[in-house]
């Protein structure tokens, strides 16, 4: 069986949990890397996994003897079988975040289960400490933004719209990636105001300042970064916002490690911008994966604690309505010590 799969069932084993039900399609690429259509069941001692048949040859091929994964097509499955799949299961876990009030009683009938126990993100929980082939798909990731921040900068030219400048990144992308992370963000002058903005057909002038927030996927893994810079030279009134957005970003990347604080971090920030008439936002960061927001988060409603090798960003940002924004976001990777810098690119005052 292999790592993910075993650890779950110990996991299991120590809530009580005879049986479990997985739905999440995140969850379950990440144990088995299936990505097709169906639900993954753990029984006493079965692993199964239920799909429709178009997405059977997919899910053997994908599959090894390793994984101990009994593959049913579900036009195959009786009424019989689904009652007997948690015979003997007193417990039986759901992912409750996942499925409808209508599905949770459908599952409760269909399988005959006695006891529905919400299983409180225990997969996404296990999903935030990274192994080292994740951590290697999410620096390639971060490697590629990099490359595409510094091929779009040279390619942004006024005139220009922001739309047209996503679509050069989303292009960049899919030559080189499983595409796009995320909706890339463009925005420029005013629209920089909005921390998600949606990129418009407003052309970039003269003397503008832009932000790009932009990531890729790579093997299923995300990257994520922001920067801001500006068209000509760095108008006077937005250096001092600028400065003070790098001062607090580089002050969290000296403090993220093992065991910092999620919720002192934020406030740190938050107390800083206060100091100037600013507030935080949004948050300051989020874990990065298979998703390209996870847990952890860092914001002043989150009280955790960071771990060595997740992966998660640093993103203070400032944003004055109707006037101009500025972001300025990386991925980091936690270490025992502090973090290291999955995204790499320039940050003080880029000019183009």
């Known amino acids: ?100 009030y209508a599905k949770y009683k459908e599952y409760l009938r269909k399988f005959k289960i006695h006891n529905f126990i919400e299983t409180e993100f225990i997969i996404e929980k296990q999903r935030m400490i990274k192994d080292e082939e994740e951590i290697h798909n999410l620096r390639k990731a971060c490697e ?99 400065d003070l957005v790098l001062k607090n970003q580089k002050q969290v990347g000296e403090q993220y490690k093992d065991g910092a604080n999620t919720r002192l971090l934020t406030r740190m920030v938050e107390s800083d911008f206060k100091l100037y008439g600013y507030d935080l936002v949004h948050s300051l960061g989020h874990g990065v994966g298979m998703e390209i927001h996870e847990v952890p988060y860092m914001s002043h409603n989150s009280d955790t604690q960071l771990r060595e090798n997740m992966v998660v960003t640093n993103e203070p940002g400032i944003y004055i309505p109707g006037k101009f924004g500025v972001r300025i976001e990386d991925t980091v990777q936690i270490t025992k010590f502090g973090c290291i810098n999955l995204t790499k690119s320039g940050k003080n005052y880029i000019v183009i």
């Open 144 to 242: 590629i933004t990099d490359h595409c921040f510094n091929y779009i900068l040279s390619y942004i030219k006024p005139g220009m719209t922001e739309k047209q400048i996503a679509n050069e990144i989303e292009e960049y992308y899919k030559k080189r990636t499983d595409g796009l992370a995320f909706d890339t963000i463009v925005a420029s002058g005013e629209n920089t105001s909005k921390p998600h903005a949606v990129p418009t057909e407003r052309k970039i002038q003269e003397k503008d300042i832009i932000t790009i927030d932009m990531g890729c996927k790579v093997n299923g893994y995300c990257s994520d970064m922001t920067r801001t810079f500006f068209v000509g030279e760095v108008p006077e009134a937005i250096k001092p916002v600028y």
């Open 1 to 100: 069986m292999n790592a993910k799969l075993q650890w779950l069932r110990n996991k299991m084993a120590s809530l009580d949990l005879q049986g479990l039900i997985i739905t999440n399609p995140i969850n379950i690429q990440y144990l088995t890397n299936i990505e097709a259509e169906g639900i993954f069941l753990l029984t006493r001692k079965e692993n199964i996994y239920i799909t429709d048949s178009r997405y059977i040859e997919q899910v053997h091929s994908t599959l090894t003897l390793f994984d101990e994964i009994i593959v049913y097509d579900a036009h195959d499955v009786s009424k019989e079988d689904y009652e007997n799949f948690f015979l003997f299961c007193e417990n039986v876990g759901f992912e409750e975040h996942n499925i409808s």
